[in-house]
Nanobody, 129 residues
Framework: QVQLVESGGGLVQAGGSLRLSCAASGRPFSRYSMGWFRQAPGKEREFVAAITWSADTTYYADSVKGRFTISRDNAKNALYLQMNSLKPEDTAVYYC??????????????????????WGQGTQVTVSS
């Protein structure tokens, strides 16, 4: 497994922006396709965005499409989530997750949290109205 540490969360007003980062260590980062998930109080953890190991393809939940952008820098072992036009309903703990690139590519189901075997501790994002 790869070790993951998120940063960049905080409190922002509706319409504002935040950039989340996820630092990876312990395993070759380029072997992993990566995703961002979030969990609001009392709700299930849900898919936000994913990116293949080579960054050639990205995937987004409909709720964030056009507002959020996922990216990665394999040379820096880093994953990012640029969040613009934030809404109060984006408030949640955001988790970085890694899954073996071969497994995710074979299934094609990048939104399935069960296919990710490495998780960070999460970072809180709060959007005020």
């Amino acid at each position: 497994q790869v070790q993951l540490v998120e940063s960049g969360g905080g409190l922002v007003q509706a319409g504002g922006s935040l950039r989340l980062s996820c630092a990876a260590s312990g395993r070759p980062f380029s072997r992993y396709s990566m995703g961002w998930f979030r969990q609001a109080p009392g709700k299930e953890r849900e898919f936000v965005a994913a990116i293949t190991w080579s960054a050639d393809t990205t995937y987004y939940a409909d709720s964030v499409k056009g507002r959020f952008t996922i990216s990665r820098d394999n040379a820096k072992n880093a994953l990012y989530l640029q969040m613009n036009s934030l809404k109060p309903e984006d408030t949640a703990v955001y988790y970085c997750a890694g899954g073996l690139a071969g497994v995710l590519h074979y299934t094609g189901n990048y939104s399935n949290k069960g296919l990710y075997n490495s998780w960070g501790q999460g970072t809180q994002v709060t959007v005020s109205s």
